[in-house]
C-alpha cells in the first residue's frame, strides 16, 4: 500500500513538475488513507486515553520486547509522572499524567511513541531509506543502513525518533511498531499488555469505527475528534481523548498533509531542472560563441 | 627564471621539474609541500594553536560520540556543525558557480581574473565543509550508503543534496585542476582539461542550483518547527537566490584579503580591472538582492504574516531582513552610483553577515523557538568550526603560493598564449639546466 502510494507519488510528481515547484499541489490529498480492495491493510493501534490507568504495563512490555536496558526507576513507580516525559534512545513508550479538567480526581493518562504515519516523514526524509514503512502499517529502523545524520529527526512532526549521542556507534532509536509479531498476525507487545484494553490493535480501517462508534455511543465521556485520523495525513496509531487534544500534550496545529506532500513539489521539479538546464546553458553558451564566426575577436556581451 | 617569458608566476619552482615520472612527481611534489617564508607568523600560531585543539576535539568527537563536544540534544539534533558549517558555508561557495557562469557561459571576460581564485575557494570549501558533515555523521562510514546504492532514499531531498554534493564537488576540481597542471606542468593533462571546461561549467550551475535549493528544501519537512515567519515554500528558491549574492559578497570580501595578503602574486591586469570587477560584482549582487527581497514580501503578505512582525522574533527578522539585506542593497546601490570601491567592500561584509544570520535563523535559531530549554553551541562546537575554517585558510594560502591562482587567464585564447609560453618555458628551462 505504501508502496503503491508512493509510485503514485513519482509518477504524480512528475506529470505535476510540469507546474514546477510551487503548483504541484497533487489531488491525492484528498482521498481518505484507506487500502483498496485487495491490498495488505495497515495495522495501527486505537489508544483510548479515558481507558488508561497510567499502570505503564506498556512500557514494560515494550522494554522487554525490544531488550532495552532496564530504567533506573522501575515501572511500577509513579514518581515519574511528575513531570512530562519525552521518549529515549531507551524507552520507546512513556506514559504521561496530566490533569483532567472534567474530574479533577481522575487525571488523564496519555501515552506518547512513535505514530506510525500512513505516509511517514522520517521515511520520506531518510536518504539511505533506513527508516522504512513496512506494508503492514509499522515504520521500522534498519540500523544497518543508517549514517546518523539525524534528518528524520529533524523532519518528524511528532519529535519521536531518538538519538544515542554518547555512542562512538550511535543508532536512531524509536518504537517500530513490533513487525514480527504484526507480520505473524500477532498484536504489538504493548496492545498485548494492556490490562485495560486501553491501547486496542486491529486494522486501520477498522479502529476508526471503532473510535467512532465510541464517540457516538458516549458523547459525554469523549471529545469528538479522533487524533491521527487525519493528522499529517493519518497515522497508523491513533487516540481518543476526554478533553482537547491539545490538553493532554499533543499538537493539533500540524495539518492534514501528508508530510512527503511537503517537498514533493519541489523533488519534481529537480528532473526538469536537470534536463532543461544544461540544456539552455548550452544554448546560451552557443549563443554567445563566437566560435566559427569570422574574425572571433569581436566584443564580447558585456552586462 | 626569466619572467617575459612566462606571463604566470610560476616562481619559487626549481628549474624543470621533471613530474611526468612518478619520482619526479613525488619529489616536486615533497619540495611544494615544504612551508614557505616565515613560519611563525603571528596568523600561523593563532590558526595553528586552533587546528591542534580542534584535532583534539575531533579525536573525543570520534571515540565518545557526539553528545562529547557538542550541545546537541534530542530536540535539536542539528547545531553549528550542520547549520553553520554546511548550511552556511556552502551559500557562499556560490560564488563559483556564478561566476563560472558569468565568464565561460556568458563570456564577460571582465571577470577572468577573479574567477580561478574564486573557484578554489569554492572547491576547498566543498571539501572542507564535507569533512565538517563526516564529524557531525553519527555513523559516518554509512556515508557512501546512497552513494554506492543499497539503499536509495530517492524520495529524499537530503539524497538529492548529497549527490549534487558530491558531483559538484567533481566538477569544482575539474574547474581548478587547470592551475594544478600547470603547477605540475603537465601540459597535455591541461590540453584535455580545458576541453571539458564548458561542459563541466554546465554540468556545475546546474548542480549548484539544484544543490543550494536543496539545503533550503531540507527544511520544507519541519513546517511546525520553524518560526512562520522563517519557514515558506520558497525555501528552496530563496536559498537559491540568497546564494548568489553571499557568493558575490564572499568574493568581494576575499579579494580584499588576497589583494593585501598575496600581492605579490597578483598579476598587472588583475589589479588594473580589480576596482571594475568589485563594481560589477556589486552590481550583480544588488540586483539579486532586489529580487530576493521581492520574495520575502511576497511570502510575508500571502502567509498574512504581519502581526508577527511586532513580535520578539519578528523583531529579530526585520534586523536579519531589513537590517543585514535591505540596507546592504541600499548601500551597494549608493557605492554603485558614487562609484566607490570601500563603500562596496564594506557592504559586502554586510551582505555576508546577513546571509550567516539568515541560514543560522533557519537552522538553528528560528527552529524550535518555542522550546523552554533552546540549544546554543559548545565552546568546543565553536573551536572544531574554527579548526576547520584554519584548515582550509591553510591550504588556500598554500595553494595561492604556489600554483597559479590570482596570475592566470581561464580563457581559451589566452590559455593557449600561457600554454604556448608554457611550453616556452619548460624549452628554456631545459636549456638552462642542460648547459
Same mark, same amino acid.
Given at each position: 500500500?505504501?508502496?503503491?502510494?508512493?509510485?503514485?507519488?513519482?509518477?504524480?510528481?512528475?506529470?505535476?513538475?510540469?507546474?514546477?515547484?510551487?503548483?504541484?499541489?497533487?489531488?491525492?490529498?484528498?482521498?481518505?488513507?484507506?487500502?483498496?480492495?485487495?491490498?495488505?491493510?495497515?495495522?495501527?493501534?486505537?489508544?483510548?486515553?479515558?481507558?488508561?490507568?497510567g499502570?505503564r504495563?506498556c512500557e514494560?512490555?515494550?522494554?522487554?520486547?525490544?531488550?532495552?536496558?532496564?530504567p533506573e526507576v522501575?515501572f511500577?513507580s509513579e514518581g515519574v509522572f511528575e513531570k512530562k516525559r519525552e521518549t529515549t534512545p531507551d524507552a520507546y513508550i512513556v506514559v504521561n499524567r496530566f490533569?483532567?479538567?472534567?474530574?479533577?480526581?481522575?487525571?488523564?493518562f496519555a501515552r506518547r511513541q512513535?505514530?506510525?504515519?500512513?505516509?511517514?516523514?522520517? @521515511?520520506?526524509?531518510?536518504?539511505?531509506?533506513?527508516? &522504512?514503512?513496512? +506494508? *503492514? #502499517?509499522? $515504520?521500522?529502523?534498519? /540500523?544497518? !543502513?543508517?549514517?546518523?545524520?539525524?534528518?528524520?529527526?529533524?523532519?518528524?512532526?511528532?519529535d519521536i525518533?531518538k538519538?544515542?549521542?554518547?555512542?562512538?556507534?550511535?543508532?536512531?532509536?524509536?518504537?517500530?511498531?513490533?513487525?514480527?509479531?504484526? @507480520?505473524?498476525?500477532?498484536?504489538?507487545?504493548?496492545? &498485548?499488555?494492556? +490490562? *485495560? #484494553?486501553? $491501547?486496542?490493535?486491529? /486494522?486501520? !480501517?477498522?479502529?476508526?469505527?471503532?473510535?467512532?462508534?465510541?464517540?457516538?455511543?458516549?458523547?459525554?465521556?469523549?471529545?469528538?475528534?479522533?487524533?491521527?485520523?487525519?493528522?499529517?495525513?493519518?497515522?497508523?496509531?491513533?487516540?481518543?481523548?476526554?478533553?482537547?487534544?491539545?490538553?493532554i500534550g499533543?499538537?493539533?496545529?500540524?495539518?492534514?498533509?501528508?508530510?512527503?506532500?511537503?517537498?514533493?513539489?519541489?523533488?519534481?521539479?529537480?528532473?526538469?531542472?536537470?534536463?532543461?538546464?544544461?540544456?539552455?546553458?548550452?544554448?546560451?553558451?552557443?549563443?554567445?560563441?563566437?566560435?566559427?564566426?569570422?574574425?572571433?575577436?569581436?566584443?564580447?556581451?558585456?552586462? | 627564471?626569466?619572467?617575459?617569458?612566462?606571463?604566470?608566476?610560476?616562481?619559487?619552482?626549481?628549474?624543470?621539474?621533471?613530474?611526468?615520472?612518478?619520482?619526479?612527481?613525488?619529489?616536486?611534489?615533497?619540495?611544494?609541500?615544504?612551508?614557505?617564508?616565515?613560519?611563525?607568523?603571528?596568523?600561523?600560531?593563532?590558526?595553528?594553536?586552533?587546528?591542534?585543539?580542534?584535532?583534539?576535539?575531533?579525536?573525543?568527537?570520534?571515540?565518545?560520540?557526539?553528545?562529547?563536544?557538542?550541545?546537541?540534544?534530542q530536540e535539536?539534533?542539528?547545531?553549528?556543525?550542520?547549520?553553520?558549517?554546511?548550511?552556511?558555508?556552502?551559500?557562499?561557495?556560490?560564488?563559483?558557480?556564478?561566476?563560472?557562469?558569468?565568464?565561460?557561459?556568458?563570456?564577460?571576460?571582465?571577470?577572468?581574473?577573479?574567477?580561478?581564485?574564486?573557484?578554489?575557494?569554492?572547491?576547498?570549501?566543498?571539501?572542507?565543509?564535507?569533512?565538517?558533515?563526516?564529524?557531525?555523521?553519527?555513523?559516518?562510514?554509512?556515508?557512501?550508503?546512497?552513494?554506492?546504492?543499497?539503499?536509495?532514499?530517492?524520495?529524499?531531498?537530503?539524497?538529492?543534496?548529497?549527490?549534487?554534493?558530491?558531483?559538484?564537488?567533481?566538477?569544482?576540481?575539474?574547474?581548478?585542476?587547470?592551475?594544478?597542471?600547470?603547477?605540475?606542468?603537465?601540459?597535455?593533462?591541461?590540453?584535455?582539461?580545458?576541453?571539458?571546461?564548458?561542459?563541466?561549467?554546465?554540468?556545475?550551475?546546474?548542480?549548484?542550483?539544484?544543490?543550494?535549493?536543496?539545503?533550503?528544501?531540507?527544511?520544507?519537512?519541519?513546517?511546525?518547527?520553524?518560526?512562520?515567519?522563517?519557514?515558506?515554500?520558497?525555501?528552496?528558491?530563496?536559498?537559491?537566490?540568497?546564494?548568489?549574492?553571499?557568493?558575490?559578497?564572499?568574493?568581494?570580501?576575499?579579494?580584499?584579503?588576497?589583494?593585501?595578503?598575496?600581492?605579490?602574486?597578483?598579476?598587472?591586469?588583475?589589479?588594473?580591472?580589480?576596482?571594475?570587477?568589485?563594481?560589477?560584482?556589486?552590481?550583480?549582487?544588488?540586483?539579486?538582492?532586489?529580487?530576493?527581497?521581492?520574495?520575502?514580501?511576497?511570502?510575508?503578505?500571502?502567509?498574512?504574516?504581519?502581526?508577527?512582525?511586532?513580535?520578539?522574533?519578528?523583531?529579530?527578522?526585520?534586523?536579519?531582513?531589513?537590517?543585514?539585506?535591505?540596507?546592504?542593497?541600499?548601500?551597494?546601490?549608493?557605492?554603485?552610483?558614487?562609484?566607490?570601491?570601500?563603500?562596496?567592500?564594506?557592504?559586502?561584509?554586510?551582505?555576508?553577515?546577513?546571509?550567516?544570520?539568515?541560514?543560522?535563523?533557519?537552522?538553528?535559531?528560528?527552529?524550535?523557538?518555542?522550546?523552554?530549554?533552546?540549544?546554543?553551541?559548545?565552546?568546543?562546537?565553536?573551536?572544531?568550526?574554527?579548526?576547520?575554517?584554519?584548515?582550509?585558510?591553510?591550504?588556500?594560502?598554500?595553494?595561492?603560493?604556489?600554483?597559479?591562482?590570482?596570475?592566470?587567464?581561464?580563457?581559451?585564447?589566452?590559455?593557449?598564449?600561457?600554454?604556448?609560453?608554457?611550453?616556452?618555458?619548460?624549452?628554456?628551462?631545459?636549456?638552462?639546466?642542460?648547459?
Amino acid at each position: 500500500m505504501a508502496i503503491n502510494r508512493r509510485n503514485f507519488l513519482k509518477v504524480a510528481g512528475a506529470a505535476g513538475g510540469i507546474l514546477l515547484a510551487g503548483g504541484a499541489r497533487s489531488t491525492w490529498s484528498a482521498q481518505t488513507p484507506q487500502a483498496p480492495e485487495g491490498s495488505v491493510e495497515f495495522y495501527g493501534l486505537l489508544i483510548d486515553t479515558t481507558k488508561c490507568i497510567g499502570c505503564r504495563a506498556c512500557e514494560e512490555a515494550c522494554n522487554a520486547q525490544n531488550s532495552l536496558p532496564k530504567p533506573e526507576v522501575s515501572f511500577s513507580s509513579e514518581g515519574v509522572f511528575e513531570k512530562k516525559r519525552e521518549t529515549t534512545p531507551d524507552a520507546y513508550i512513556v506514559v504521561n499524567r496530566f490533569p483532567n479538567e472534567k474530574d479533577p480526581e481522575k487525571p488523564v493518562f496519555a501515552r506518547r511513541q512513535c505514530m506510525h504515519c500512513t505516509e511517514p516523514s522520517c @521515511a520520506s526524509a531518510c536518504l539511505c531509506k533506513a527508516m &522504512e514503512k513496512m +506494508p *503492514e #502499517g509499522p $515504520t521500522v529502523y534498519h /540500523k544497518d !543502513r543508517c549514517m546518523g545524520c539525524r534528518y528524520c529527526m529533524i523532519s518528524c512532526p511528532f519529535d519521536i525518533p531518538k538519538f544515542e549521542y554518547n555512542s562512538a556507534s550511535p543508532f536512531v532509536k524509536k518504537c517500530i511498531g513490533c513487525p514480527d509479531r504484526v @507480520a505473524k498476525g500477532e498484536q504489538t507487545a504493548c496492545a &498485548e499488555a494492556c +490490562p *485495560e #484494553g486501553a $491501547t486496542l490493535f486491529g /486494522k486501520r !480501517r477498522d479502529l476508526i469505527e471503532e473510535a467512532k462508534k465510541r464517540i457516538y455511543q458516549s458523547p459525554d465521556r469523549y471529545y469528538p475528534h479522533i487524533y491521527g485520523e487525519r493528522e499529517v495525513g493519518g497515522t497508523g496509531y491513533m487516540y481518543l481523548s476526554a478533553v482537547p487534544f491539545e490538553k493532554i500534550g499533543f499538537r493539533t496545529d500540524l495539518g492534514t498533509k501528508h508530510y512527503p506532500e511537503l517537498t514533493s513539489g519541489f523533488l519534481s521539479a529537480v528532473p526538469l531542472v536537470d534536463i532543461l538546464w544544461p540544456a539552455v546553458l548550452f544554448g546560451f553558451n552557443y549563443l554567445i560563441s563566437d566560435k566559427g564566426e569570422e574574425g572571433g575577436k569581436e566584443n564580447h556581451h558585456e552586462e | 627564471m626569466k619572467s617575459n617569458v612566462t606571463p604566470m608566476p610560476i616562481s619559487g619552482t626549481p628549474a624543470a621539474p621533471d613530474t611526468g615520472t612518478l619520482k619526479g612527481f613525488l619529489r616536486f611534489l615533497w619540495q611544494e609541500l615544504k612551508p614557505r617564508g616565515k613560519l611563525l607568523t603571528p596568523f600561523n600560531v593563532i590558526t595553528g594553536i586552533i587546528i591542534l585543539g580542534g584535532i583534539i576535539l575531533i579525536g573525543i568527537r570520534l571515540v565518545k560520540g557526539l553528545g562529547a563536544v557538542t550541545n546537541l540534544s534530542q530536540e535539536y539534533p542539528w547545531g553549528i556543525w550542520i547549520g553553520f558549517d554546511v548550511v552556511t558555508g556552502v551559500a557562499f561557495a556560490g560564488g563559483a558557480y556564478i561566476l563560472t557562469f558569468a565568464v565561460h557561459i556568458l563570456k564577460i571576460k571582465k571577470y577572468e581574473p577573479i574567477v580561478r581564485a574564486t573557484v578554489l575557494n569554492g572547491f576547498l570549501a566543498y571539501v572542507f565543509y564535507s569533512g565538517a558533515l563526516l564529524l557531525d555523521l553519527g555513523r559516518p562510514w554509512n556515508v557512501v550508503n546512497p552513494i554506492i546504492g543499497n539503499a536509495f532514499g530517492y524520495g529524499s531531498v537530503l539524497f538529492l543534496v548529497a549527490w549534487h554534493f558530491l558531483l559538484y564537488t567533481l566538477c569544482l576540481f575539474v574547474e581548478v585542476s587547470p592551475a594544478i597542471a600547470e603547477w605540475l606542468k603537465w601540459v597535455k593533462a591541461r590540453r584535455i582539461i580545458q576541453k571539458m571546461t564548458t561542459a563541466t561549467v554546465i554540468l556545475g550551475v546546474t548542480l549548484s542550483t539544484l544543490h543550494q535549493a536543496g539545503l533550503g528544501g531540507l527544511f520544507l519537512t519541519a513546517p511546525s518547527k520553524i518560526h512562520p515567519l522563517w519557514y515558506s515554500s520558497n525555501i528552496p528558491v530563496l536559498f537559491f537566490i540568497s546564494s548568489m549574492f553571499a557568493g558575490f559578497s564572499l568574493i568581494i570580501i576575499e579579494s580584499m584579503f588576497t589583494h593585501k595578503i598575496f600581492s605579490d602574486r597578483l598579476d598587472a591586469s588583475h589589479r588594473a580591472s580589480h576596482d571594475k570587477i568589485l563594481l560589477g560584482l556589486a552590481k550583480g549582487s544588488a540586483s539579486v538582492m532586489a529580487a530576493y527581497l521581492f520574495l520575502k514580501v511576497i511570502d510575508l503578505t500571502h502567509g498574512h504574516q504581519l502581526g508577527l512582525l511586532l513580535t520578539p522574533m519578528g523583531l529579530w527578522y526585520l534586523v536579519e531582513v531589513a537590517g543585514f539585506t535591505l540596507l546592504p542593497l541600499v548601500l551597494y546601490v549608493v557605492a554603485i552610483r558614487r562609484q566607490s570601491v570601500r563603500l562596496v567592500q564594506i557592504t559586502a561584509f554586510f551582505t555576508a553577515f546577513g546571509v550567516v544570520l539568515n541560514r543560522m535563523n533557519i537552522s538553528v535559531i528560528a527552529f524550535k523557538w518555542y522550546e523552554a530549554v533552546r540549544y546554543y553551541p559548545s565552546w568546543m562546537e565553536i573551536w572544531v568550526t574554527l579548526a576547520v575554517i584554519s584548515m582550509e585558510l591553510w591550504v588556500f594560502q598554500w595553494v595561492i603560493n604556489r600554483m597559479p591562482i590570482l596570475g592566470a587567464h581561464p580563457d581559451f585564447k589566452t590559455e593557449e598564449e600561457t600554454l604556448n609560453n608554457l611550453d616556452g618555458a619548460e624549452v628554456v628551462r631545459w636549456k638552462v639546466s642542460a648547459s
